[in-house]
């Protein structure tokens, strides 16, 4: 299972970025083998619709699930529209790893 | 950590002079931990002429990109015009059978550019304006300035409000005051956006009641509980009549009135907020009860 | 002949701009044809203070792309070309964002298979009809949450307005920004209204770098004037803005504005102000 974090620093053991459209980085990660590569979310310069920009680019990498703080109306729509499942951090989340952790755990609420 | 933010719907109604009062109150008391103040008012930020920030740290903020014909590739074939809905290919000025882009028209759409048989056109980056963390006495504010006349897509906002939410959050600061703009378009709903709490400054004047009720609707709209204090108040007491109907029919509460005072102009000509420079006029004193009201509101949220 | 066209900005909310703009157009209205636009489609409060009647109402919209399912082939040239992300390919379908298109029409030309037609979004409501006083009167409303104001801006300039029409006077949202400019196209004169306060100055410094950029001729209107307010008078003097009216700041033109009165219903004798200042204008708009 594929799944992105979005990420204030290209690491795992960095703070998870509450944003989704303007999120810093996406962290990759095939949640079984936890194998991992940061990508610069290039959505973050846009002057409108970083929301479906960015969620157009994660929909494009084939993804299952996305973490974040928080989704926007438009990239609900268009990750909901790819069957992308999106998930709200909790208050134990802090950092990427804790937030795969928690995930695999099925801790994690899902955002509808 | 909670956001608050400020709003009016109409100009002018008072927003700012007691957003910098509230900044100043809960530097004196309440809110343990100080506040994170964000001016979202970006192409009118006035915020900072009633805080005198000290600027710590400047950022440049690039916008859209706009079209630009390259005169020497141009071949003049006007292939361009048709496809710009916004009348912004015109001819050039200076060069005979040219085309030139008029950028205070464009949009920014880039029709042109696919249009263009000889690859004249380019899309430029703008910078649009820039955006600051600065030091005042009550807290650290984040604000910006738009260039005149630019777009106003509300990424500038969002870039203040989220570097001011980030701030507070590495610095543990329980709240984040934001100064929104007039209006209820982009800037207004970016200013809004992930609020916990709506702080709308009323004023009870017939074209007053008219914008509360849009801004009331777009807040509804977008899901931001809602408050409401009248300012201006001893102006039009049918007025506030009004609003006060308004308010209980919506089940909104409204939290105090603020009268019409010279002094709060008159404080910010002397660039103080009214609570500090005149601390026992009749609007500092109903600022002073509204603040704690607020901030009662606030906490447990 | 083309009509004079005057916009009354402020930058600053709340400087007073619709009271002088209503003003203006009723003591105008005497001697000319005058037609009234408000362009402050965000929250349009003309119509409190001219009581029109409208008897034309029209649907302001954005031309929205809907793909033909059966002719698209999922090519994504669409999806590129859009500079606004109002376009995803999500799947096999290509998902629109009403609210984030433009209505540029881009997608549309560029779909290599036609598979692209138009549709039209309503974003507002554009009405218009005569004040009481007999002139015409004009005026948008944009839907509550649509994000965008210089549509239905644009789209209300572009309405017909009488032919024997020979002032146009347009009242321009607060902000410095995009809305404005919009408003100020065309415009032959800038009338600013400001209030003689830091924040007033500040904000008419950015109203002074658009019209200084559209090349607009601008005189500015101190309103609520509480003695000499020197750093305002100096910045009009330095930037050759002339000072063309100055109204003072009464509790009683307060609580008449409150009530839904102009500065001329509340003091009459401010009538002939306005038709001098439009003489004033007159010759600085042919300069
Ligand atoms: S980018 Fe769009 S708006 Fe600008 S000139 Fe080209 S077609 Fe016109
Ligand atoms: S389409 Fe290209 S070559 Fe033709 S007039 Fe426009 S810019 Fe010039
Ligand atoms: S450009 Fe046309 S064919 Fe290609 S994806 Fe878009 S609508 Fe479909
Ligand atoms: S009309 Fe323009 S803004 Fe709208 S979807 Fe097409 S390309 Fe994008």
Same mark, same amino acid.
């Given at each position: 299972m594929k799944i992105v974090i979005t990420a204030t620093k290209p690491q795992t053991d960095g703070?998870?970025?509450?944003?989704?459209?303007?999120?810093?980085?996406?962290?990759?990660?095939?949640?079984?083998?936890?194998?991992?590569?940061? &990508? !610069?979310?290039?959505a973050i310069a846009q002057s409108g619709g970083a929301?479906?920009?960015?969620?157009?680019?994660?929909?494009?990498?084939?993804?299952? +699930?996305?973490? $974040?703080?928080?989704?926007?109306?438009?990239? /609900?729509?268009?990750?909901?529209?790819?069957?992308?499942?999106?998930f709200l951090f909790s208050p134990e989340v802090d950092t990427v790893q804790s937030a795969v952790d928690l995930f695999k755990q099925d801790k994690l609420q899902q955002f509808k | 950590m909670k956001q608050?933010?400020? %709003? $009016?719907?109409?100009?002018?109604?008072? @927003?700012?002079?007691?957003c910098a009062a509230f900044a100043h109150l809960a530097s004196i008391e309440g809110s343990q931990g100080g506040i994170v103040l964000a001016d979202a008012d970006v192409d009118a930020a006035n915020l900072r002429l009633v805080l005198s920030?000290?600027?710590?740290?400047?950022? !440049?903020?690039?916008?859209?990109?706009?079209?630009? #014909?390259?005169?020497?590739?141009?071949?003049?074939?006007?292939?361009?015009?048709?496809?710009?809905?916004?009348?912004?290919?015109?001819?050039?000025?200076?060069?005979?059978? @040219?085309?030139?882009?008029?950028?205070?028209?464009?949009?920014?759409?880039?029709?042109?550019?696919?249009?263009?048989?000889? *690859? +004249?056109?380019?899309?430029?980056?703008?910078?649009?304006?820039?955006?600051?963390?600065?030091?005042?006495?009550?807290?650290?504010?984040?604000?910006?300035?738009?260039f005149p006349g630019r777009e106003n897509s509300g990424k500038l906002v969002t870039l203040v409000k989220q570097n001011a939410r980030l701030w507070a959050e590495e610095h543990q600061v329980p709240l984040v005051i934001i100064d929104g703009p007039p209006g209820i378009v982009c800037p207004v709903i970016s200013a809004c956006a992930g609020a916990d709490l709506g702080l709308i400054i009323a004023e009870p004047s017939l074209a007053g009641i008219h914008d509360l009720k849009r801004i009331q609707a777009t807040m509804q709209h977008f899901r931001v509980p809602q408050v409401i204090a009248i300012n201006k108040a001893d102006i039009y007491p049918d007025g506030v009549q009004q609003i006060r109907e308004f308010a209980d029919k919506n089940n909104i509460q409204v939290l105090g009135e603020v009268p019409f005072d010279p002094l709060i102009p008159h404080s910010m000509l002397l660039g103080l907020p009214v609570t500090e420079k005149f601390p026992d006029s009749d609007s500092s004193r109903a600022i002073r009860h509204l603040w704690q009201t607020v901030a009662t509101l606030i906490e447990p949220l | 002949m083309k009509p004079i066209q005057i916009a009354v900005a402020s930058g600053k909310g709340g400087t007073g701009k619709t009271t002088i703009a209503t003003s203006l157009a009723l003591s105008l209205a005497e001697k000319y044809h005058v037609a009234y636009l408000d362009c402050d489609v965000e929250a349009p409060n003309g119509h409190l203070f001219l009581h029109p009647e409208f008897n034309t109402s029209t649907e302001a919209v954005i031309r929205i792309p809907r793909i033909d399912k059966n002719r698209c082939t999922l090519c994504g040239k669409c999806v590129e070309v859009c500079q606004f992300h109002a376009l995803a390919k999500v799947g096999k379908t290509i998902m629109v964002f009403p609210q984030l298109c433009h209505g540029c029409g881009s997608c549309t030309w560029n779909c290599p298979e036609h598979a692209i037609e138009e549709i039209p979004n309503p974003i507002g409501v554009l009405e218009s009809g005569k004040a009481r006083q007999d002139f015409h009167y004009?005026?948008?409303? %944009?839907?509550?949450?649509?994000?965008?104001?210089?549509?239905?801006?644009?789209? &209300? @300039?572009?309405?017909?307005?009488?032919?024997?029409?020979?002032? *146009?006077?347009?009242?321009?949202?607060?902000?410095? /920004?995009? $809305?404005v400019v919009e408003t100020l196209r065309g415009s032959d004169f800038a009338l600013l209204v400001t209030e003689?306060?830091?924040?007033?100055?500040?904000? %008419?410094?950015?109203?002074?770098? #658009?019209?200084? !950029?559209?090349?607009?001729?601008?005189?500015?209107?101190?309103?609520?004037?509480?003695?000499?307010?020197?750093?305002?008078?100096?910045?009009?003097?330095?930037h050759h803005l002339p000072v063309m009216l100055r109204v003072p700041f009464e509790r009683r033109i307060a609580e008449?504005?409150?009530?839904?009165?102009?500065?001329?219903?509340?003091?009459?004798?401010?009538?002939?102000?306005? %038709?001098?200042?439009?003489? $004033?204008? +007159?010759?600085?708009?042919?300069?």
């Open positions: 703070l998870v970025d509450p944003r989704f459209g303007r999120a810093q980085y996406f962290i990759l990660m095939e949640a079984e083998t936890q194998q991992w590569e940061a &990508l !610069e979310n290039p929301g479906v920009a960015a969620a157009q680019f994660i929909i494009d990498k084939h993804v299952d +699930a996305v973490v $974040s703080g928080d989704f926007g109306p438009n990239a /609900s729509r268009a990750l909901g529209g790819a069957d992308i499942k999106m | 608050l933010v400020i %709003l $009016s719907g109409k100009g002018g109604t008072g @927003k700012t002079s007691i920030p000290v600027e710590a740290e400047t950022t !440049e903020f690039w916008g859209g990109s706009l079209a630009e #014909i390259d005169p020497d590739v141009c071949i003049g074939c006007g292939e361009c015009v048709p496809v710009c809905r916004y009348y912004a290919v015109l001819d050039d000025p200076q060069r005979l059978n @040219k085309k030139w882009i008029d950028p205070v028209a464009c949009d920014g759409c880039a029709a042109c550019v696919y249009a263009c048989p000889t *690859s +004249a056109i380019r899309m430029v980056v703008q910078q649009e304006g820039f955006w600051f963390r600065s030091d005042t006495a009550y807290g650290t504010l984040f604000h910006a300035e738009l | 004009a005026h948008g409303t %944009l839907t509550i949450s649509e994000p965008m104001a210089t549509p239905i801006i644009r789209q &209300l @300039k572009r309405l017909e307005i009488p032919p024997q029409t020979a002032i *146009s006077i347009l009242d321009a949202p607060p902000g410095a /920004s995009c $809305s003689p306060t830091p924040f007033g100055l500040h904000d %008419l410094g950015q109203m002074q770098g #658009i019209v200084e !950029e559209m090349r607009i001729p601008a005189g500015v209107i101190i309103n609520r004037e509480n003695g000499d307010y020197l750093p305002l008078l100096e910045y009009c003097t330095k008449g504005v409150a009530r839904g009165q102009t500065l001329v219903e509340i003091y009459p004798e401010y009538r002939q102000c306005f %038709l001098d200042l439009f003489d $004033s204008i +007159a010759v600085l708009a042919n300069q």
